[in-house]
């Protein structure tokens, strides 16, 4: 009804309507990435920052008797270590404990780093992992370094030392990828569309805008 509506009030402005439905399009995926964003910290122990750090959105959509939109949620997984509750803030060994290790190709006594904890959702306590640690190593080229929580695979590095991968968290397609949040954005997002919609008609009827 609303684009019934929306057409006929443009009938008479050539181009009208595929620039109202961008406009409105533009401002329905601005509003889902923020409901999203709020979507997700109901249920996850994670900053805004972390989640837009990693989220891209893409939509696409066509208008032939109706609009279909296709929203595509896209992100790497996020670190385990950037959700809220990741213990500790910073590299620490414990100094009441020493282990053999070998460090640059040699056998020595080291200080272990203290276990790690995290989660991810608010409803679960952080969860202490006996075998991981924070540490900070290089990530890539450029002198870049990286922090995380990170666990001994049992395996070898190549210089002899002991091979290492981080704990990764869920990524932000995810995070929304459950039923109820995916149903409840898809029905927000509409919304705003035919709002937004409906004002962006009333703006190129009015010559607020131009066509």
């Known amino acids: 009804e609303v684009l019934q509506e929306a057409e006929q009030r443009l009938a008479e402005f050539p181009g009208g309507m595929e620039s109202a439905m961008k406009r409105a399009m533009a401002r329905a995926t601005a509003y889902l990435r923020t409901q999203s964003t709020r979507e997700i910290r109901k249920k996850y122990d994670i900053s805004r920052k972390a989640i837009r750090a990693e989220q891209n959105i893409k939509v696409s959509y066509r208008y032939f008797n109706g609009v279909e939109a296709k929203i595509s949620f896209r992100g790497n997984k996020i670190p385990l270590f950037r959700y809220g509750g990741a213990s500790p803030s910073q590299p620490t060994v414990n100094p009441d404990k020493t282990v053999m290790a070998i460090v640059n190709g040699n056998l020595r006594p080291v200080h272990p780093g203290i276990a790690a904890a995290?989660?991810?959702l608010l409803s679960t306590a952080p969860f202490k992992f006996d075998?991981?640690?924070?540490?900070t190593v290089k990530a890539g080229t450029g002198g870049k370094t990286h922090t995380g929580i990170f666990e001994r695979t049992g395996g070898r590095m190549a210089n002899g030392g002991a091979a290492i991968?981080?704990?990764?968290?869920s990524s932000v397609p995810q995070m929304v990828g459950g039923e109820d949040v995916a149903e409840s954005l898809t029905d927000q997002a509409m919304?705003?569309?035919?709002e937004r919609l409906i004002h962006e008609?009333?703006?190129i009827v009015k010559g607020w805008v131009p066509v």
């Open 165 to 169: 991968k981080e704990i990764m968290g």
């Open 201 to 203: 008609v009333d703006a």
């Open 191 to 194: 919304d705003k569309f035919e």
């Open 131 to 135: 075998n991981a640690f924070v540490a």
């Open 118 to 120: 995290g989660h991810q």
